[in-house]
């Protein structure tokens, strides 16, 4: 068993079979971002810290939106309701 793999290794990887498992979780990753983006964008009147948002969201890739739509939304949904 060999325990230490060095850079002349990577030439042997099947990197499309690896691609292709990859990618799907790539492309919800970008369209939860882009989601969240949009909605941020959308609300930016009744939304606090536009701008701390929009770094958590692109910075911190998937959990960014996660905590967006779980925590960033919270006080807009008073607003909407009074209008």
């Known amino acids: ?3 230490h793999y060095g ?5 042997e990887i099947d990197w499309l079979a690896v691609l292709q498992v990859i990618w799907p ?3 919800v990753g970008f369209i939860l ?4 983006l949009i909605d941020l964008y959308r609300h930016r009147e ?3 810290n536009v701008v701390l948002w929009t770094i958590i969201i692109l910075f911190f890739n998937t959990i960014g939106p996660i905590l967006y739509f ?6 807009a949904i008073h607003h909407e309701v009074r209008n």
Not at 7 to 11: A, E, Q, S
Not at 33 to 36: D, G, R
Not at 70 to 75: D, F, L, M, V, Y
Request: charged share 20%; glycine share 8%.
């Open 70 to 75: 779980t925590i960033g939304r919270k006080g």
């Open 25 to 27: 979780f790539m492309m």
């Open 1 to 3: 068993m060999k325990l």
């Open 7 to 11: 850079l002349n290794d990577l030439n």
């Open 46 to 48: 009744v939304r606090t």
């Open 33 to 36: 971002i882009l989601v969240a």
